[in-house]
């Protein structure tokens, strides 16, 4: 048998401890229904984290730029003294 090997969803149920040996064993398996690919069994990458694993099966891409770039710094100041002057302002309005 190759390496990626089909095997369907019935057959993978009926003998899953031998299936999972293989994948143990270095093989990388296509889990199939009515034909279709569902599912990779494949055996995990020891000593990676789960974002190495990611990346490397091109499911993750890396950030390229900083996430404070992408917004601009807000403008607490000048917003703020608005406020506080409005606040008081309605209190006056009240005494």
């Not at 990676?48 to 601009?72: E, H, Q």
């Amino acid at each position: 048998m190759t390496i990626n090997d089909r095997v369907g969803v019935r057959e993978l149920r009926q003998n899953l401890s031998v299936y999972l040996a293989r994948v143990v064993g270095g093989e990388t398996l296509d889990v199939t229904d009515r034909g279709h690919t569902v599912a990779v069994l494949a055996p995990v990458a020891e000593g990676l984290s789960a974002l190495d694993r990611l990346r490397l099966s091109g499911r993750l891409i890396p950030a390229t730029n900083d996430l404070l770039t992408l917004v601009r710094p807000a403008r607490t100041r000048s917003r703020s003294r608005r406020a506080s002057r409005a606040l008081q302002h309605e209190r006056a309005d009240r005494l």
